[in-house]
């Protein structure tokens, strides 16, 4: 009895502490909510009220404008108890505690920013009525910027996948141990296709492009460093749209999308308790990847399309062992003609996403590649350069390594951003990217 008397204690208790945060949270969401709806009219009829002479087109001004820094009000009143709620439940503080930290000071200057803005704007629009219309349209303007900009940019984290329908399948399976190169085409085909449309992936890929430029001549020289071929530089396109910070489901990280076990073994170093993740430099990231493929090339028989592949998937050292087994040759065709095998064991509702993760890579790294060479030859022809060189890092903080090479801080941060200790602090072994021009001899 004492035992069940605790248990209803102890949940009552619980129940009256959440019912009180619940309850707030709730009249929050719903103060809001009412306020976003009706705040134009409650806005119109005051202004109407003090002042029965106001412009037409002024309080018009108001029932437009005003609910935008009312926005920035909201998104603060509500983050603060939604990110309490989230560290208290959801998310370990030891874990993520940058992550809170951000997202808190995030959340506090938006409400200090809607509240500013609220203010100053209604005092400049009651000094200046007649500049209304100027600030209306300004302001039109920059919000129209502002979401299509972002916009863009969740859109950039969305992983593109290759639609097959069922014709498509059946087509892959019958075809696949009787010509496999031409079921590869196939599917690079299709990828060219939606890298070519305006309406699909063709934006993603020109925004990649745009964002590769400040690096790929250095990342093409590290490949090439490493004996690689330097168009295949060019596979962060296909892991990440060329995004430094990407992570997959699976907790892939950077350019390269990375495991944390992968990039160990490849030469990457991860410590996560000093925030410091080399995945999350491109630089660093094309080192780790460059390794990881010589390893791949040299043990799939020198076949790239096969280390491509072995690259995204753990097929191919299934197929390696029965290849090995049987004493067949390693390639890219028997690795084909073996999936087809693997297919036909597979439900068919499982085979669309076995063709995706098996078979599907380097057909998409092999579109990306033609359609650079045809579409983008000025970029795609752009010659190894190295523009930033790879360092040890010889002191524990970004600020001392800052004053070593005279590199303002920030700057030396933006090259960095795997580096994300708020203390700059490094952890043993760590590397850096300087720019090659800021070193005396012998590295200049």
């Not at 022809?381 to 010889?394: G, T």
């Not at 004053?403 to 933006?414: F, G, S, V």
Request: hydrophobic fraction near 35%.
């Amino acid at each position: 009895m004492k035992v069940m008397q605790r248990i209803g204690e102890n949940l009552d208790n619980l129940v009256r502490k959440y019912w009180k945060e619940e309850v707030s949270l709730a009249l929050f969401i719903g103060g809001t909510l009412i306020g976003e709806k009706y705040m134009p009219n409650i806005t119109y009829h005051i202004y109407d009220y003090l002042d029965p002479d106001l412009p037409e087109q002024f309080a018009q001004f108001f029932y437009d404008v005003i609910p935008w820094p009312v926005r920035f009000v909201e998104t603060g009143v509500l983050g603060a108890p939604l990110l309490r709620q989230l560290k208290k439940r959801l998310i370990p503080e030891e874990r993520y505690p940058n992550l809170l930290y951000r997202a808190a000071s995030i959340s506090k200057r938006w409400f200090k920013t809607g509240l500013v803005a609220g203010a100053l704007g209604t005092t400049l629009i009651a000094a200046y009525p007649h500049a209304a219309p100027v600030v209306k349209k300004f302001a039109v303007t920059k919000y129209g910027e502002l979401k299509s900009g972002l916009q863009q940019y969740v859109e950039g984290f969305i992983k593109p996948e290759l639609k097959l329908d069922e014709t498509d399948i059946n087509a892959v399976i019958k075809n696949l141990g009787k010509n496999p190169g031409e079921v590869a085409k196939y599917l690079q085909n299709k990828w060219v296709r939606k890298y070519s449309d305006p309406k699909d992936l063709k934006p993603n890929l020109e925004r990649a492009i745009e964002r590769s430029k400040p690096e790929i001549t250095t990342i093409k020289t590290i490949f090439k460093k490493y004996g690689i071929p330097e168009e295949i530089a060019f596979l962060a396109i296909t892991e990440s749209h060329w995004r430094w910070n990407a992570e997959s489901p699976m907790k892939a990280r950077g350019l390269y999308q990375f495991i944390v076990l992968t990039a160990k073994k490849s030469g990457c170093n991860v410590d996560l308790k000093l925030n410091y993740d080399e995945r999350l430099n491109g630089f660093l990231s094309a080192d780790c990847a460059a390794r990881h493929l010589r390893y791949l090339h040299r043990t799939f028989n020198s076949d790239w399309n096969l280390a491509l592949a072995t690259y995204n998937s753990g097929m191919p050292w299934r197929y390696k062992a029965q290849a090995e087994q049987k004493g067949e040759e390693i390639s890219y065709q028997g690795y084909l003609r073996f999936l087809s095998q693997e297919l036909k064991k597979i439900k068919s509702k499982e085979r669309l996403g076995f063709i995706k993760e098996n078979l599907n890579y380097p057909p998409h790294y092999n579109a990306i590649v033609q359609l650079l060479k045809t579409r983008y030859p000025p970029y795609f022809k752009r010659k190894a350069k190295e523009e930033f060189v790879i360092l040890k890092a010889r002191y524990p903080t970004l600020n001392d390594l800052s004053r070593h090479y005279d590199i303002p801080l920030n700057d030396l941060r933006k090259l960095n951003p795997h580096i994300r200790d708020r203390l700059g602090r490094l952890p043993r072994g760590a590397r850096i990217v300087v720019p090659k021009h800021t070193l005396p001899q012998p590295y200049a």
